[in-house]
C-alpha cells in the first residue's frame, strides 16, 4: 500500500501572494498559476497530513529541526500582510515515528516547540519558506495535518535517507501523506537580483530543472559544490529530502513553471506516484559512491596533503604528534613557509588554521603543528573526533611572500590572498575561495576576522599560495 501519494516542489517568495505583491504578482503568473494548479492536485490527493520541509525555519549544521507543538501557527505580518494569518493541527503522532526512526538511522533531531526555540534563540512559529506554499494549498482544502521540518546542513546522503524514513513513517502509521519542498533556486539570476549577480546562477538553475524534468536523482546529488555556492540557492536541500521520500517508487515527474523575473529563480514541479514496478532504491548506492569518491581521492593525495591527514589521524586517535616521515619531497625538509591547512567534512568547512610567516624549522612541521590545530583548536569547532576522520578532506596551502599593494585595483581574488592590517589587528584570507568573487568581497572578510572598520584607514598586502589539494 503506497501512503505516500505526491511529492511537489513549491517556491516561498511572498510577493507571490497578491495580499503581499499586490499589482506585482503579475510578473510571476506563471508561477501564481502553477502554484494553484498544484493546490488543486494536492486537494485531489486528500492527504491526511502535508509534511512540509523549508529552508527557513531553524537550521542546524548537525541535524534536522521537527516542530513538535500540538498547532503550528504562523503570519505574514512582517510582509505588510498581518491580517493573513495560519494555523495548522500538528500531526505529532507522524512527528514521534519520523523522529524515532531517525534515531536509529544516527540522524538527529531537534524537536522544537515555545520552549526550545527560546533556548535556540529562534522561533516556533511558522516561517514564511512555510507559508508561502500553504497560503495556496490552503486554499483549495485545509482538512489535514501538518508536520514542518526546518531542512539541516548534513551531508545529502543522509538528508536523502531521511526523506526514506518521512515515507516509511507514513506507512508504518498508515497515513495518507504527501510531502512538499518548498525553496527557490539560485538568488543570482540579474545584476539587481537580491544577492548579487553571477552569470553561473543560470546555469545551476537550467541543470537542476532539466534533472527535476526526468527525476535524476543521482544528476542533482551530484551537481558540484562550487555551481551552487555561486548559484546563491536554497532549495536543494529540501529538494534532496523530497527526492529520498520517494526512493525506489514509480515517479512520474512534471515541472510545471519555472521563471526568474526579480533574479531568483522559481520552480513548481510535481511528482505523482504511479501504479507498476517500483524502481531501484537509490539510497545504498549513493553512499557507496560517496565512499568510492573519499577512496580515490585518498589514493590521489599528494605529500603535502597526505602528511596533513595522517598528522591529524595519528594526535586524534593517539594523541601523538608525528615527527617529519621519511620519502617526503626534498623541499618539505629544506624550506621554510607560512602554511594553511584548511579541512572540510561534506563540502562545509571543520577547521582552517594557519601561519602567515613560518613558525618552525621546515614546511613539514608547520603542516604537522597546522594540520592539528584546525581539527582540534580552530575555536569555531568542536574538536575533530575519531569517527570524523574518514570522512574529512584536506588542503594545504604554501604562501609564498606577501608584498604591500597600494591600491584594490592590484588585488584578484582568484590569484591572490590579502592581508589587511591596523596596528596589532590582522586579518587573512586566502585566494580563490568558493563565493569569494570580488575584491571588495575579500577585503571586507578580512577586516571582519581582523576587527577593523573598512572605514578607518588599514595596510593591504596580497600573497600568492602554493595550492595541494
Same mark, same amino acid.
Given at each position: 500500500?503506497?501512503?505516500?501519494?505526491?511529492?511537489?516542489?513549491?517556491?516561498?517568495?511572498?510577493?507571490?501572494?497578491?495580499?503581499?505583491?499586490? +499589482?506585482?504578482?503579475?510578473?510571476?503568473?506563471?508561477?501564481?498559476?502553477?502554484?494553484?494548479?498544484?493546490?488543486?492536485?494536492?486537494?485531489?490527493?486528500?492527504?491526511?497530513?502535508?509534511?512540509?520541509?523549508?529552508?527557513? =525555519?531553524?537550521?542546524?549544521?548537525? =541535524?534536522?529541526?521537527? *516542530?513538535?507543538?500540538?498547532?503550528?501557527?504562523?503570519?505574514?505580518?512582517? &510582509?505588510?500582510?498581518?491580517?493573513?494569518?495560519?494555523?495548522?493541527?500538528?500531526?505529532?503522532?507522524?512527528?514521534? !515515528?519520523?523522529?524515532?526512526?531517525?534515531?536509529?538511522?544516527? !540522524?538527529?533531531?531537534?524537536?522544537?516547540?515555545?520552549?526550545?526555540?527560546?533556548?535556540?534563540?529562534?522561533? *516556533?512559529?511558522?516561517?514564511?519558506?512555510?507559508?508561502?506554499?500553504?497560503?495556496? !494549498? *490552503?486554499?483549495?482544502?485545509?482538512?489535514?495535518?501538518?508536520?514542518?521540518?526546518?531542512?539541516?546542513?548534513?551531508?545529502?546522503?543522509?538528508?536523502?535517507?531521511?526523506?526514506?524514513?518521512?515515507?516509511?513513517?507514513?506507512?508504518?502509521?498508515?497515513?495518507?501523506?504527501?510531502?512538499?519542498? *518548498?525553496?527557490?533556486?539560485?538568488?543570482?539570476?540579474?545584476?539587481? #537580483?537580491?544577492?548579487?549577480?553571477?552569470?553561473?546562477?543560470?546555469?545551476?538553475?537550467?541543470?537542476?530543472?532539466?534533472?527535476?524534468?526526468?527525476?535524476?536523482?543521482?544528476?542533482?546529488?551530484?551537481?558540484?559544490?562550487?555551481?551552487?555556492?555561486?548559484?546563491?540557492?536554497?532549495?536543494?536541500?529540501?529538494?534532496?529530502?523530497?527526492?529520498?521520500?520517494?526512493?525506489?517508487?514509480?515517479?512520474?515527474?512534471?515541472?510545471?513553471?519555472?521563471?526568474?523575473?526579480?533574479?531568483? =529563480?522559481?520552480?513548481?514541479?510535481?511528482?505523482?506516484?504511479?501504479?507498476?514496478?517500483?524502481?531501484?532504491?537509490?539510497?545504498?548506492?549513493?553512499?557507496?559512491?560517496?565512499?568510492?569518491?573519499?577512496?580515490?581521492?585518498?589514493?590521489?593525495?599528494?605529500?603535502?596533503?597526505?602528511?596533513?591527514?595522517?598528522?591529524?589521524?595519528?594526535?586524534?586517535?593517539?594523541?601523538?604528534?608525528?615527527?617529519?616521515?621519511?620519502?617526503?619531497?626534498?623541499?618539505?625538509?629544506?624550506?621554510?613557509? =607560512?602554511?594553511?591547512?584548511?579541512?572540510?567534512?561534506?563540502?562545509?568547512?571543520?577547521?582552517?588554521?594557519?601561519?602567515? #610567516?613560518?613558525? +618552525?624549522?621546515?614546511?613539514?612541521?608547520?603542516?604537522?603543528?597546522?594540520?592539528?590545530?584546525?581539527?582540534?583548536?580552530?575555536?569555531?569547532?568542536?574538536?575533530?573526533?575519531?569517527?570524523?576522520?574518514?570522512?574529512?578532506?584536506?588542503?594545504?596551502?604554501?604562501?609564498?611572500?606577501?608584498?604591500?599593494?597600494?591600491?584594490?585595483?592590484?588585488?584578484?581574488?582568484?590569484?591572490?590572498?590579502?592581508?589587511?592590517?591596523?596596528?596589532?589587528?590582522?586579518?587573512?584570507?586566502?585566494?580563490?575561495?568558493?563565493?569569494?568573487?570580488?575584491?571588495?568581497?575579500?577585503?571586507?572578510?578580512?577586516?571582519?576576522?581582523?576587527?577593523?572598520?573598512?572605514?578607518?584607514?588599514?595596510?593591504?598586502?596580497? &600573497?600568492?599560495?602554493?595550492?595541494?589539494?
Amino acid at each position: 500500500m503506497k501512503n505516500l501519494l505526491a511529492g511537489y516542489l513549491f517556491p516561498h517568495p511572498p510577493i507571490m501572494i497578491p495580499e503581499v505583491g499586490g +499589482r506585482e504578482v503579475e510578473k510571476i503568473q506563471k508561477t501564481y498559476n502553477a502554484a494553484l494548479e498544484a493546490s488543486r492536485d494536492i486537494k485531489e490527493h486528500y492527504p491526511e497530513t502535508v509534511v512540509l520541509i523549508t529552508p527557513h =525555519g531553524p537550521v542546524f549544521r548537525d =541535524g534536522i529541526c521537527i *516542530s513538535v507543538s500540538p498547532y503550528l501557527e504562523g503570519d505574514l505580518r512582517n &510582509f505588510g500582510a498581518g491580517g493573513l494569518t495560519f494555523s495548522f493541527e500538528n500531526d505529532t503522532a507522524l512527528v514521534k !515515528i519520523i523522529m524515532e526512526k531517525a534515531g536509529k538511522e544516527n !540522524i538527529l533531531t531537534a524537536p522544537l516547540d515555545k520552549n526550545t526555540a527560546r533556548g535556540y534563540g529562534v522561533s *516556533s512559529r511558522l516561517d514564511h519558506g512555510t507559508l508561502v506554499p500553504l497560503y495556496f !494549498i *490552503s486554499k483549495e482544502n485545509r482538512e489535514f495535518k501538518l508536520v514542518h521540518i526546518s531542512m539541516g546542513l548534513l551531508p545529502y546522503e543522509e538528508l536523502y535517507v531521511f526523506g526514506r524514513l518521512i515515507r516509511d513513517s507514513l506507512d508504518a502509521l498508515n497515513r495518507k501523506g504527501v510531502v512538499v519542498a *518548498s525553496g527557490d533556486l539560485s538568488h543570482r539570476l540579474t545584476p539587481d #537580483a537580491p544577492a548579487g549577480y553571477n552569470p553561473r546562477g543560470k546555469e545551476f538553475d537550467e541543470k537542476l530543472v532539466n534533472a527535476l524534468k526526468v527525476f535524476d536523482i543521482e544528476g542533482i546529488m551530484n551537481i558540484e559544490a562550487g555551481l551552487i555556492e555561486k548559484a546563491g540557492e536554497c532549495g536543494l536541500r529540501p529538494i534532496i529530502i523530497l527526492m529520498g521520500a520517494l526512493d525506489g517508487m514509480n515517479v512520474e515527474p512534471e515541472v510545471l513553471s519555472y521563471e526568474g523575473p526579480f533574479g531568483v =529563480g522559481y520552480c513548481i514541479a510535481r511528482f505523482h506516484v504511479k501504479n507498476g514496478n517500483p524502481a531501484e532504491g537509490k539510497a545504498d548506492k549513493l553512499f557507496r559512491l560517496r565512499e568510492e569518491k573519499m577512496k580515490e581521492k585518498r589514493a590521489g593525495e599528494d605529500p603535502y596533503v597526505s602528511l596533513a591527514r595522517k598528522s591529524l589521524e595519528s594526535y586524534v586517535k593517539e594523541g601523538v604528534v608525528i615527527e617529519p616521515p621519511e620519502g617526503l619531497p626534498e623541499e618539505l625538509y629544506r624550506e621554510r613557509a =607560512g602554511v594553511f591547512v584548511s579541512i572540510k567534512k561534506h563540502g562545509h568547512l571543520r577547521g582552517c588554521i594557519g601561519t602567515i #610567516a613560518p613558525t +618552525r624549522d621546515c614546511i613539514a612541521r608547520e603542516i604537522i603543528e597546522n594540520a592539528i590545530s584546525a581539527g582540534c583548536r580552530d575555536p569555531r569547532f568542536f574538536p575533530v573526533e575519531e569517527d570524523e576522520l574518514n570522512h574529512l578532506e584536506y588542503s594545504v596551502d604554501v604562501l609564498k611572500e606577501p608584498e604591500p599593494v597600494s591600491s584594490m585595483e592590484q588585488l584578484d581574488p582568484e590569484r591572490y590572498g590579502v592581508i589587511v592590517r591596523k596596528g596589532k589587528r590582522t586579518g587573512l584570507l586566502l585566494p580563490n575561495l568558493e563565493g569569494i568573487d570580488t575584491v571588495e568581497e575579500q577585503v571586507e572578510i578580512a577586516c571582519q576576522k581582523a576587527d577593523i572598520n573598512p572605514k578607518e584607514g588599514f595596510q593591504i598586502e596580497r &600573497f600568492e599560495v602554493i595550492r595541494h589539494h
